[in-house]
C-alpha cells in the first residue's frame, strides 16, 4: 500500500517512520509546507528503518486542491496538522480516492466529517477520525472493555495523561503535541454520560485525586474531545462515561488560574493599536515557556465498573531514547498508523464513517501495539 501523511511534525513523522517499518507499506510520503523540516524528518525515518520507503513532498495543508493532487495515487491518507484543517483535507481526500484518517482534537470538526460519511460509503472509502491517544486508542480499548463485561455498564471511566518524566517547577509540564489542539482542551465543553443521558461539563472542572504505582500523586479533570463519540454510541449501555485529562496538581493550578482569567479566550482586545487575541498570545507563550525534549510517559487507565466489580485496561509507555520518539509520540501516532493500515489492507472490512470503539478489530490492534512495544494491561477486581 502507498500512504501519505500530512504534516511533519511530531506526530506526522512519528506516523511516517511506524508506516515506513511496516512489511505491507510499499511507500511513505510526507508532506509539509516546511521543505526544511520535511526532508529532515524524511532522511531521520530512513536512517532508523534502513530503507527507502520515505519521501518528503512540500504542501501547504490549507490549499486543498494542491492538496488533492499529491493525494492521488495514494491508498491512504493521515492528517497530521491541527484539527481545523481535518475537514477540508478529509473532503478532498474523498475526491481523490483516498481513505482518511485523522488525529482528531475538536467534536464539531469531527461530527462535519462523519457527515461525509455516506459520501464516502458510495465510493467504497473509509473516513476514520479521532485515531489518536484519546479519543483513539482510548476508545478502541473502551468499546473492548464494554464488550468484555457484557456489553453494559454503571460506569465506564478514561483517565489520559503526557508527563514529564521528570517534572520541574513552574510549570510541571512540557508541550507534547499541537499547541492548539491543548488550548482547545481547555476551552470547549466536555461531554459525558451522567445518569444515561449525554450532558456537556465545562472543561477544568470535577477535579479527582489519581494515583498509579511509581508516580507522584496527580489530579483528573474534565477537557473537551477526548470522549468523542462514545456518549452517543454507549446511551443505553452505559450509566456514566467520561474521560479526564491527567496532570500533576501544580499544573492544574496553573492552567485554572489562566482559565479564570480569559487567557484561553479567541475574543480579540486591542492593546497598543494591535489586536490580538488572549489564545494567540498564550499558544506562543506556551510554545516559549513549555516545549522541552526532556522524556516523557504517558499513562491510561479505562475502567468498567458493573456490579461491585471493576475491569480494566493500563497503559503506561515511555521515551525512547533509541528513536528519540517521546511516548506520546508512540502513543498518539503509531494507533493512527495501525488504523489507517488496518483499512487499507481490510482488516477493518467496513467503508464509511468509522468509530473507533464500534468498528476496529481491537484484539488485532492490541496485538499491533504490543509488537510496537506499547503495552496493555488487563485486570479484573
Known sequence: MKLLVIGSGMMGSAAAFDMARSPQVKSVTLADVDDKRVKRAV??????????????????????????TLMRGHDG?????????????????????????????????????????RKAAKKGL???????????????????????????????????????????????????????????????????????AIREIEPLTEVEDFHMDGFAPLVAFHTSGGTSTLPENFQGKVGECFEKTL??????????????????????????KTEISPRALTAQLFLDKMSGSEPD???MRIEAHQNGKVASFTVEDHFDPRTRMT????????????????ICSGQIAKRGGIYQELD??????????????????????
Open 327 to 342: 511516548s506520546m509520540m508512540r502513543t498518539t501516532a503509531w494507533p493512527a498508523s495501525v488504523v489507517l493500515q488496518m
Open 297 to 299: 510517559v504517558t499513562i
Open 247 to 272: 496532570r500533576y496538581p501544580e499544573h492544574f493550578r496553573v492552567i485554572r488560574g489562566l482559565y479564570d482569567f480569559g487567557f484561553f479566550s479567541s475574543k480579540k482586545m486591542r492593546i497598543c
Open 126 to 196: 473509509a473516513i476514520a477520525p479521532d485515531c489518536g491517544l484519546s479519543p483513539g486508542m482510548a476508545s478502541i480499548l473502551a468499546g473492548e472493555l464494554l464488550r468484555r463485561v457484557g456489553g453494559r455498564a454503571e460506569a465506564l471511566k478514561i483517565y489520559v495523561g503526557g508527563l514529564p518524566k521528570n517534572p520541574k517547577p513552574p510549570f510541571f509540564y512540557q508541550m507534547v503535541f499541537s499547541v492548539e489542539g491543548l488550548i482547545n482542551e481547555f476551552v470547549e465543553p466536555a461531554k459525558v454520560l451522567r445518569n444515561g
Open 360 to 381: 476496529v478489530p481491537a484484539e488485532i490492534f492490541m496485538r499491533e501495539m504490543e509488537k510496537r512495544g506499547v503495552k496493555i494491561r488487563y485486570d479484573q477486581r
Open 77 to 117: 491518507i493521515l492528517s497530521g496538522v491541527p484539527y481545523f484543517l481535518n475537514l477540508g483535507l478529509c473532503q478532498a481526500a474523498l475526491d481523490a480516492g483516498c481513505h482518511f484518517a485523522d488525529l482528531g482534537g475538536n467534536n464539531a470538526v469531527v461530527r462535519k466529517e462523519y457527515a461525509l460519511a
Open 43 to 68: 532522511r531521520k525515518i530512513n536512517q532508523l528503518t534502513g530503507g527507502r520507503k520515505a519521501r518528503a513532498a512540500r504542501l501547504d495543508a490549507s490549499k486543498l486542491k494542491q492538496a488533492s
